[in-house]
């Protein structure tokens, strides 16, 4: 192959089959895949949860992960938010003239691994290659599927009065890597990405506690955006604590630096249960024992609204005992953040 990639490796001629045979296929191999068909025969039981993302992660790599292995982490949590095992992924790759094969080469590989790591199969996906100026560098698309384990599933509806609201770990990590690294930051600690495939933690947490409310990955807007749609979804109000709330020391200095806040910075390795009080403890053991959400801490309560056919929202108990209303994220904080 090329130490470029060409406008012919996506004619889907002779160099189009090498690109796949070479570089694709060689990475992401299972017995579906290998059959090269134009789409995929997939097994299947009961109902099934689907979604699809598009990375476009500027830059394409970062302290802690790459888009590769983010546009696995990324559809693959959005899967199992909704109560399901991921078992399979489509792959969709929109590639610039002229990007180094090396690179491309590069995310291919972290993609495989990460998928091999999750536990799903890349069955079917393209490629596409424009000209060069017609995007920037490379974008990927990929669809999840996978099997639904719980009735009813984890919804941004459900959440009740009295449940308990937990977040796996520390906020902000990924938001202010990409930042760091796009403006050329050097923080005297490194930040690095939680860019992570959460599925084994969560399906480890639906087997053994079913009844859970809601799950949800506080990617784009962060902790506050995420909590307020599920407040506006259920009708309730989220009140969290911030003493409780895990930032790390160089995340907190980092956005103090920049005026940022960690509760608006993107998540890519983190993920938000609400379940019934009665088994929050039972909640954060399970948890704790996956390394990935060994930070896991109780944040906060649902409580009902000020009154009845008031919309939800989320309210902030600071460290100096106020209050403060949270709202949605305004405008676009960091674009191109996944």
């Known amino acids: 192959m090329s130490d470029k990639v060409l406008l012919d490796y996506g004619s889907g001629g002779k160099a ?20 090269m068909n134009d789409g995929a025969v997939l097994s299947v039981s009961g109902k099934i949860a689907v979604s699809t993302d598009t990375f476009t992660v500027d830059p394409a790599f970062f302290p802690g992960g790459d888009i590769g292995a983010l546009a696995v982490h990324g559809t693959v949590n959005d899967v199992a938010m909704m109560g399901a095992v991921p078992r399979y992924l489509t792959c969709g790759f929109l590639i610039e003239e002229g ?24 069955v079917t996906g393209d490629t596409k290659v424009v000209p060069k100026g017609a995007a920037d560098k490379i974008f990927i698309n990929t669809t999840g599927i996978g099997d639904v384990i719980v009735d009813p599933a984890p919804a941004g509806d459900r959440a009740a009065p009295g449940d308990a609201i937990i977040i796996s770990g520390t906020l902000g990590d990924h938001g202010l890597a990409i930042l760091s690294t796009r403006q050329g930051l050097a ?59 895990p930032v790390r ?75 403060r209303l949270l709202g949605m994220l305004e405008g676009e904080q960091l674009p191109r953040i996944c």
């Open 16 to 35: 189009s089959q090498r690109l796949i045979g070479e570089l694709f296929l060689k990475n992401f191999d299972n017995p579906e895949l290998r059959r």
């Open 99 to 122: 990007l180094p094969m090396a690179d491309l080469t590069r995310i291919v590989e972290s993609l495989g691994a990460a998928a091999r790591a999750a536990g799903v199969w890349v």
């Open 187 to 245: 923080f005297e600690t490194p930040v690095l990405s939680d860019c992570a495939s959460l599925n084994h933690a969560i399906e480890a947490l639906l087997r053994g506690l079913p009844d859970v409310h809601v799950l949800r990955d506080p990617t784009r807007g962060g902790l506050a955006t995420t909590l307020n749609e599920i407040a506006l979804a259920s009708n309730v109000t989220c009140e969290i604590n911030e003493d409780d709330i």
């Open 249 to 323: 020391p160089e995340v907190k200095g980092g956005c103090s630096l920049l005026g940022l806040d960690p509760l608006y910075l993107a998540n890519e390795g983190k993920f938000i249960c609400i379940l019934p009080e009665a088994q929050a403890e039972a909640a954060l053991s399970i948890m704790r024992a996956d390394p990935l959400c060994a930070g896991a801490k109780r944040i906060g309560t649902v409580l009902p609204t000020d009154k009845p056919g008031a919309p939800g929202r989320v309210l902030l108990k600071t460290g100096l005992g106020g209050k």
